[in-house]
C-alpha cells in the first residue's frame, strides 16, 4: 500500500477508534467528577450493553431497539449498585474502589453463568462498504464514529446546558455547598453513575457489530477508558474527548506504520509521563 | 509411601474381584439379560469401580467455543464406550474441570485432578498456552496426560515422557502436508497473518520451511497478538505482490477478524488459504463472509456431511449430536469445532487401546500403559479413528493423520484435495522414550 494510503488509513482508524474510545471513557470520567469515585466495574457496563443488546437483537431484530434497552438495563443496575453498594459505604474513595472490583466480578460472572463463555456477534443495521483507491473500510464503523460524536455532544450539551448538568457541576465543584443551596446531592449522584453506565453500554451496543459480545470484552474497555481519563484529567469532559482522539490517533498511526503492540507501549508511556510530570491530566484541576 | 501401599493392596482386591467378576459375567452372559441389569451388576462387584479420566476443559475463557464441543463429544465418546462394556471391564467416568484457557488455572486443574480427584488419566487440553504451562506438571506428577491441542510442543520435544498428543495431527505435519498444494494451485510469493504465540509461531516455522524447500517465498509476516480484538490495522502490513494469503486466527474475535479481511481488500483481494481454526465455531453464511466464496480452507475433517463419507463418520457425527452442516442438532446457529473435537473422541478410544493393551489397573501400572502406549505404530480407522488411520510414532508421542483442503462453494465447505500421512511426516528429532519414568 501506498504511503498515502497507509496515512490514511492510520487516520481514519485513529478518528474511528478515538470516538468510539471518547464515548467509553466519558462515563467513567464524568461518575470521577461528579462523585469522586473510581469506578472499576465501568467496563463491565459497557460489556452489559453488548451481552443486552444481542439478546434483544436475537429477540426482536431491532437495533433500535437494542439501543434503547441496553443503555436502561445497565443504567438500572447502576442506580441498584449506587443505592445497595455505594451509598452504604458512603462513597469512601478507598472503600469504592473495592466495591466496584466486586461489582466487576458479580456482573462478569453474572454474565457468564447466564449468557455462557461464547463471541456472538450480530449483522451491523446498515452495511456498506466504503471502497477507497488503496484499500476499503467498513462503512457501519463511519457511522458508529458519527453516532459517537452525536452522543458526545448531546453529553456536553447535558452537562452545560440544564438544569441537571448544573446540579452535576455544582456538585462537582463543591459538594457541601451544593447541598447547602439545596441540591439533591444523592439524587444527582445516582443520576451520574447510571447515566456513566448508560453512556458504556451504548458504547457496547455500538461496537457489537464490529466485535463480538462477550464475558471478558469490559477488561480491555476499562483499561484504555483508565488511560484516557489518566491522560486527559479525571473529571474532565474536554480532557477526556482530547485524550481519547490522542490516544486513537497514536495507535493507528504508530499501528500502521510500525505495529500494534508499539502502539499500546507508547499509550502506556504516555500515561506514565501524565502521571510524574502533570498529575492531574491535560485538562485536570492539578493541571495549570 | 502410605498411599502407594494402599493402592496397592486396592489393586490386588480389584484384581482378585475383576477375576470373580469375569466368571460371573461369563455365566451370566449366555443368559442375555436386560444390560441396565448387567451394569448393576458391574457396579455392585468391586472390579466394577470406574476407570476415572480427568478432562481439563477450556469452559470459560478465550477458548470457551471449543470447551464446549470437547464437552459434548466426551461425553458421546464416554457414553459410547460405557455401551460397548467400558475399557477392561471396567466403567469409564469423566471428571472434567475447567481452565479458563489460562495457564495458571491450567496447571492447578492438572494437580486439582491428580491429587483431590485421585483420576486415572487426564486429557482433553487444546490451547498450546495452557498445554504447555500444565504439561511440566503433569510430568512432575507422573500422571499420563493426553492433550488435543494440534501444537507442535509435543512432537518438538519439550514437553516429557508423560504428555502425549495420539488424536489430533501437529501443525507441523499439517502444514508440512498442505504446502504443495497451495503452491502449486494458489501462487508462491506468501504472506501469512498468524496468532503471535507458540501456536502461531509453529505454522510461521514449519510452514516457511515447508514452502523454502520447494521453491516459493515467504513474503511477508504478520504476526497478531492473542487478546486482539481489531485487526483493520493490520491489513497494510500485507505487502503488495502478495500472491496468496495465508491466515490463521484463534479465540473470540475471529469473525471480526475474517470481516475485517474482507473489508479491507474487496475485489483485489490476493488468494486465500485459511486454516478452518479462523472460521471454526463461525457459519460461513455469516454476513460479510460472502467474499471467502472460492477461497481455500485446510480441515482436518470435513464440517459439512458427505464430505467423507463413510459409516464411522456417520455414526460419529450422530453420536456427538452434529447436524449435516456442522452445527448443534438441536440449535442450527451453534456451529461446531469439527476440524479439533475429534481429537477429543480418537484419544479416548487410545486410552481404552493402551489400558486394555497393557493390563492397566491403577497408576502403579502407568510404567506399562506407557511403555505399551509407545510401541503402538498404527490406530485404524473405524469408529474409534473416525476421521482416518493414525500412525503413531512412540518416540515423539505424536500421532500423524490425514488432512482435508476444502473449497468454498455456495457458502459451504466442499472438499477439493486429501492429503496422504505420509506427506506430512518428518525425521523425528526427539525421543521420548530415553526419558525415565
Sequence with gaps: MSLEGQLFLALLEGTVSGLVLALTALGLSLVFGVMRIVNVAHGEFYMLGAVVAWYVLTATNSFLAALVVAPLVAGATALVADRFVLRPIRYAPEATIVATIGLLYILQQLVLSIYGPYARSVAPPVYFRLDFPWFGYSGYKIVVAGLAALLLAATWLLVTRTRIGLYMRATQQDRETAQAFGVPVERIYAAAFALGAALAAIAGVLVLPIQQAHYLMGLDALLLSFMVVIIGGLGSLKGTLAAAFMIGLTDGLVSVFFTPTLARIVASVFVALVLVFRTGGLYGEGAA | ?437
Design chain 2, 1 to 437: 509411601m502410605l498411599a502407594g501401599k494402599l493402592t496397592r493392596r486396592q489393586a490386588l482386591k480389584a484384581a482378585g474381584a475383576l477375576a470373580g467378576a469375569g466368571v460371573a459375567s461369563k455365566l451370566i452372559g449366555p443368559l442375555s439379560i436386560d444390560p441396565a441389569l448387567r451394569s448393576t451388576i458391574y457396579a455392585a462387584a468391586p472390579s466394577g469401580s470406574p476407570l476415572k479420566i480427568g478432562f481439563q476443559v477450556h469452559r470459560t475463557g478465550i477458548g470457551a467455543a471449543y470447551g464446549k464441543w470437547y464437552d459434548r463429544t466426551a461425553t458421546a465418546a464416554v457414553k459410547l464406550i460405557n455401551e460397548k462394556g467400558g475399557i477392561a471391564g471396567r466403567p469409564v467416568e469423566i471428571v472434567a474441570e475447567d481452565d479458563g484457557t489460562d495457564p495458571k488455572r491450567g496447571v492447578e486443574v492438572v494437580e486439582k485432578l491428580a491429587q483431590q480427584h485421585k483420576v486415572d488419566f487426564i486429557f482433553g487440553t487444546l490451547f498450546s498456552h495452557v498445554v504447555i504451562a500444565s504439561a511440566p506438571r503433569a510430568g512432575e506428577l507422573k500422571i499420563p496426560y493426553l492433550v488435543v491441542s494440534e501444537g507442535y510442543h509435543v512432537a518438538s520435544g519439550k514437553m516429557n515422557r508423560y504428555t502425549f498428543q495420539p488424536g489430533i495431527t501437529d501443525v507441523r505435519a499439517q502444514v508440512t502436508a498442505l504446502a504443495p498444494f497451495i503452491l502449486k494451485n494458489l501462487g508462491k510469493k506468501i504472506t501469512m497473518v498468524f496468532p503471535d504465540y507458540a501456536f502461531g509461531h509453529d505454522h510461521r516455522d514449519f510452514f516457511g520451511q515447508a514452502v523454502a524447500k520447494l521453491g516459493g517465498k515467504i513474503h511477508g509476516l504478520v504476526p497478531i497478538p492473542p487478546t486482539e480484538s481489531s485487526f483493520t490495522k493490520y491489513f497494510p502490513k500485507v505487502p503488495a505482490g502478495t500472491e496468496v494469503l495465508y491466515h490463521v486466527m484463534v479465540g473470540p474475535g475471529v469473525l471480526t477478524f475474517v470481516k475485517e479481511m474482507g473489508e479491507h481488500f474487496g475485489k483485489k483481494k490476493p488468494k486465500l488459504f485459511g486454516f478452518i481454526d479462523s472460521l471454526e465455531a463461525v457459519d460461513i453464511g455469516s454476513p460479510g463472509l460472502e467474499y471467502l466464496e472460492g477461497s481455500y480452507l485446510w480441515e482436518a475433517f470435513p464440517r459439512y456431511a458427505g464430505q467423507y463419507n463413510t459409516q464411522w463418520e456417520k455414526t460419529y457425527r450422530e453420536r456427538v449430536g452434529v447436524d449435516a452442516n456442522g452445527a448443534s442438532k438441536s440449535d442450527p446457529k451453534d456451529i461446531s469445532t469439527y476440524s479439533h473435537m475429534f481429537g477429543v473422541w480418537e484419544t479416548l478410544f487410545v486410552i481404552k487401546e493402551a489400558v486394555e493393551k497393557s493390563g492397566y489397573k491403577s497408576p502403579s501400572d502407568y510404567k506399562g500403559f506407557i511403555e505399551t502406549l509407545e510401541k503402538i505404530e498404527t490406530f485404524k480407522e473405524g469408529l474409534e479413528h473416525p476421521q482416518g488411520t493414525k500412525r503413531f510414532v512412540g518416540r515423539l508421542h505424536q500421532g500423524f493423520g490425514q488432512q482435508f483442503v476444502s473449497q468454498v462453494q455456495g457458502k459451504k465447505l466442499k472438499v477439493v484435495h486429501r492429503t496422504k500421512i505420509e506427506e506430512g511426516m518428518y525425521t523425528p528429532d526427539a525421543d521420548y522414550t530415553k526419558q525415565p519414568l
